[in-house]
């Protein structure tokens, strides 16, 4: 079945960037998603890829696409301690229940 | 606009007890969706509702069902609760049948099984 993967901790210093990579199984996924989700808090979005793009910016974020290798990052530029929280990228299942498939999310911890 | 709110926020319940969770949509909002996030599995899909039928369901025994009302409203209800229910249940809208996938988010209810 689909399974999105993404490494569990990542751990930067403020000012610098930070990469949060993930893969994905489903090559039928139609948008990928990057969601936030600070402690005690819902999910919260924070930007979209159509499968069509390879790359989109926002303001200090980066989301770039690989749909060869079924590969997501999140660039965070200039990371500030506000952006300590936990990152999930998901993608839509491509199949007809077209829920979203969360991978287990990376802690990223911003150091003074 | 007012978010997405989920009652209660925190229950402890014994096994074998029932439980119902509520969650009011974004207004305007006509698709609700469910999840369950626990630290092992992550976040696993329930169901999603949209007028007021069940559109998908995810891997999860018949204990786990849900409903929702015309005015968009849903509730979830968890029978026969085991300690492996224990879990921040996480309520999400959208405008519609999950299309561009774009969901708001509520805080959850964190059930705790003793």
């Known amino acids: 079945g689909e399974d999105v993967e993404q490494s569990l901790f990542l751990s930067v210093r403020e000012g610098d960037s930070s990469v949060i990579n993930c893969t994905y199984t489903?090559?039928?996924?139609?948008?990928l998603y990057w969601y936030k989700q600070e402690p005690g808090a819902g999910l919260q979005l924070l930007t979209y890829?159509?499968?069509?793009?390879d790359m989109k910016q926002d303001q200090r974020l980066t989301v770039l696409l690989n749909k060869k290798d079924k590969h997501l990052s999140l660039r965070i530029a200039d990371t500030q301690t506000g952006d300590s929280a936990i990152y999930f990228c998901?993608?839509?299942?491509?199949?007809?229940?077209?829920?979203?498939?969360f991978g287990k999310g990376t802690k990223l911890s911003v150091k003074p | 606009k007012a978010g997405v709110t989920q009652t209660p926020r925190y229950l402890i319940k014994t096994r074998g007890q029932q439980v119902t969770l509520s969650c009011s949509p974004i207004?305007?909002?006509?698709?609700v969706s469910w999840y369950q996030q626990t630290p092992g599995q992550g976040l696993q899909f329930l169901f999603e509702y949209f007028s007021e039928t069940q559109r998908n369901k995810g891997n999860f025994p018949g204990r786990f069902s849900g409903r929702q009302f015309s005015n968009s409203r849903s509730e979830m209800n968890v029978s026969t609760l085991e300690l492996g229910d224990s879990a921040l249940y996480l309520c999400?809208?959208?405008?519609?049948?999950?299309?561009?996938?774009?969901?708001?988010f509520g805080e959850g209810s964190r059930l705790t099984v003793l």
């Open positions: 207004s305007g909002h006509r698709s």
């Open positions: 999400a809208s959208s405008l519609d049948h999950i299309n561009t996938g774009e969901l708001f």
């Open positions: 998901a993608e839509k299942d491509g199949g007809s229940q077209g829920n979203l498939i």
């Open positions: 489903d090559s039928s996924s139609t948008y």
């Open positions: 890829i159509f499968s069509n793009m």
